[in-house]
């Protein structure tokens, strides 16, 4: 079983930056796909990013040139970085873990799951 901890929501000017952390309860943090989801009131959760053990990465379209995520195994934490936010990036923003190698974007292909952080992004 893997815990994942997200921090770093809030509130953000529409323009502005935040960076999101995702810490793991589990030492073998390095062997998992790490991702990336979020929902909005009445919406689906959607993939925004994931990567990979080796680094890899994939990204959703809405975000690709604004978000980059990454990994610090040592630390057994994954990040987001979002840049040039959106009032539409405005979501319950959750981490995910992946036993399984490979980077998808399927919430049902994700085997662990933090339990959010909130991102209001303003006007």
């Known amino acids: 079983q893997v815990q994942l901890v997200e921090s770093g929501g809030g509130l953000a000017q529409a323009g502005g930056s935040l960076r999101l952390s995702c810490a793991a309860s589990?030492?073998?943090?390095?062997?998992?796909?790490m991702g990336w989801f979020r929902q909005a009131p009445g919406k689906e959760r959607d993939f925004v990013a994931a990567i990979s053990r080796a680094g890899i990465t994939k990204y959703a379209d809405s975000v690709k040139g604004r978000f980059t995520i990454s990994r610090d195994n040592a630390k057994n934490t994954v990040y987001l970085q979002m840049n040039g936010l959106k009032p539409e990036d405005t979501a319950v923003y959750f981490c995910?873990?992946?036993?399984?190698?490979?980077?998808?974007?399927?919430?049902?292909?994700?085997?662990?799951w933090g339990q959010g952080t909130q991102v209001t992004v303003s006007l």
């Open positions: 589990r030492r073998t943090f390095g062997s998992y796909t």
């Open positions: 995910a873990a992946r036993e399984i190698p490979g980077v998808v974007d399927g919430t049902h292909e994700y085997d662990y």
